[in-house]
């Protein structure tokens, strides 16, 4: 049998159920992977995580080859192409099935529908993605979760019974050998993502290296230093998760290595990072069941009457990080600079976009995801969503982030500004949080913008938007009537 494993988001030879299902019984396995720069283009992906993706494929290749299989790259312009080129090469190398690991988005999944309409032979899918297949977790009535609570005790009682198992990389198919260079179209990555993305190191070895290590060093204080931005206390492994050049099943069992036992309560140690775990897999199961998220719908259809602000301007300063608000221009600049933003800042940056500049979230989802070398549609959309208070579980919208005290709470000495912001590196700490009188009185050049917005003001402004979308929808729930547009 010849079988032809397609990599998309699971750049890895370890704990790959597709791989290791398209090396069984085969006498040969030949890996693909498509590159399609204008569908990366709809979908915003950052040129730098373009560029880990380049690299990672790169690596794939090297690790394929010690097991003799080989890989081609074949680029295309969207996924509309994909069927004929995969038709092809499945004619060409006369195949007898195709292996591949589902992804989660609407596109994802239509391009896959139309690659098997077109084959006359199988398409295999596998979860590769998460610990616990998406459709597997529903409430008594048979639907998915619509807050994280009750998902996450399931999601855990069924760890707890299921267990997890690694898939083993498949043996050798044939003698190593030196894999040629993959033909990469030209242009595909800008300089900038190049450079930016060396930063991290391409591969599932330095993947694993990096969750070894924190699992070694930095798992038991996770819980206490996750929210300051000015330490490096979380993981960052979101890059390699995103493209599936690690698993979070690895995670599950690195970390049961390195403390002894899986954290299954709240309490224990490395329970606060299995959460985080969860909400990734919350927010793909989401998708799954609801694939209008992967649209740029909220998950709160009324929320949909909201008219958010369509301000370019505040909108570009925010991108900028030219708003005056020390904690938001520091991490924006951060990510504008490293392709990279902590998860306190993306939560202050995104509260700060809906909640004070009301400007609509899926500008800044874009902007996110066109930055983030760990660009996620789910996890993105999920946190978007979450902060303008449109999404499943999401922070009711009464509580609003005050971004000036979220900054004296997890960054007091202001280490993480001054190093974003030279302008304002020598203000004095009591000031370095909101330094615009002080700078008035001692710097009265410096450049430094002053808040452009009121935030008690825009709090205020907030609170009526959503009280009053409340009310009327209690009113057209009542009168049986669609929901109108309100004003802001
Ligand atoms: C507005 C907004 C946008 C976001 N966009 C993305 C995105 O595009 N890609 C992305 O991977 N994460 C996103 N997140 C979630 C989170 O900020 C990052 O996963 C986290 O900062 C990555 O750092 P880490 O790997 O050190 O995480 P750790 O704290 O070490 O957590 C371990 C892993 O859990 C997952 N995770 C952690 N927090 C979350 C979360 N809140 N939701 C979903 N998964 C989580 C990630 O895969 C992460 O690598 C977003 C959050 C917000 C509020």
Request: glycine content about 6%; overall charge neutral.
């Amino acid at each position: 049998m010849r079988h032809l494993m397609w990599f998309r988001s699971d750049l890895r030879v370890r704990d790959n159920p597709a791989l290791y299902q398209a090396a069984i019984d085969a006498d040969r396995v030949t890996a693909l992977y498509i590159d399609c720069p204008g569908q990366w283009r709809r979908h915003h992906s950052a040129e730098i995580q373009r560029d880990l993706v380049r690299r990672c494929v790169d690596s794939l290749a090297k690790g394929l080859a010690t097991l003799g299989v080989p890989l081609r790259v074949i680029t295309v312009d969207t996924f509309a192409e994909v069927p004929a080129s995969v038709h092809d090469l499945v004619q060409k190398l006369d195949i007898d099935a195709v292996f591949c690991n589902s992804e989660i988005g609407i596109n994802e999944a239509r391009r896959d529908q139309a690659v098997a309409a077109r084959l006359d032979i199988p398409l295999h899918a596998f979860n590769g993605d998460c610990v616990i297949e998406p459709g597997a977790l529903q409430t008594a009535n048979g639907e998915m979760f619509k807050v994280f609570t009750p998902f996450s005790r399931a999601w855990l009682s069924m760890l707890e019974t299921r267990g997890w198992t690694l898939y083993p990389s498949p043996a050798a198919q044939a003698p190593a050998f030196a894999p040629q260079d993959l033909n990469w179209h030209q242009g595909t990555c800008e300089k900038q993502g190049k450079a930016k993305s060396a930063a991290w190191p391409a591969g599932e070895r330095a993947a694993l290296a990096r969750l070894r290590e924190f699992c070694a060093h930095d798992l038991a204080d996770y819980e206490k230093n996750r929210d300051l931005p000015a330490l490096s206390a979380t993981s960052s492994l979101s890059p390699y998760l995103a493209i599936g050049v690690l698993s979070p099943r690895q995670c599950l069992s690195v970390m049961e290595e390195k403390l002894g036992f899986v954290p299954l309560s709240r309490g224990e140690i490395g329970f606060a990072w299995l959460n985080e775990l969860i909400w990734r897999e919350f927010y793909r199961h989401l998708m799954v069941a609801h694939p209008r998220l992967s649209m740029h719908r909220a998950f709160k259809p009324e929320t949909e009457a909201l008219r958010w602000r369509r301000d370019e301007n505040d909108f570009q300063c925010w991108c900028r990080g030219e708003t005056g608000f020390p904690i938001v221009d520091a991490a924006m600049r951060c990510l504008n600079e490293t392709g990279w933003m902590h998860n306190r800042l993306r939560m202050i940056c995104a509260s700060f976009l809906c909640k004070d500049l009301h400007i609509d979230w899926r500008w800044g989802e874009c902007y996110f995801m066109s930055r983030l070398i760990d660009g996620d549609l789910a996890a993105n959309n999920g946190g978007w969503q979450w902060s303008a208070s449109t999404g499943a579980d999401a922070a009711p919208y009464f509580r609003m982030f005050n971004p000036t005290r979220q900054s004296e709470k997890f960054d007091p000495d202001g280490k993480f500004l001054r190093r974003w912001l030279p302008e304002i590196s020598d203000v004095p700490a009591a000031h370095i949080h909101q330094p615009r009188t002080w700078l008035d009185q001692h710097q009265p050049n410096n450049p430094y913008p002053a808040p452009i917005v009121d935030h008690g003001k825009a709090r205020e402004c907030t609170l009526q938007l959503f009280r009053q979308l409340s009310e009327t929808c209690a009113v057209n729930d009542r009168a049986g009537q669609k929901q109108t547009v309100l004003p802001l």
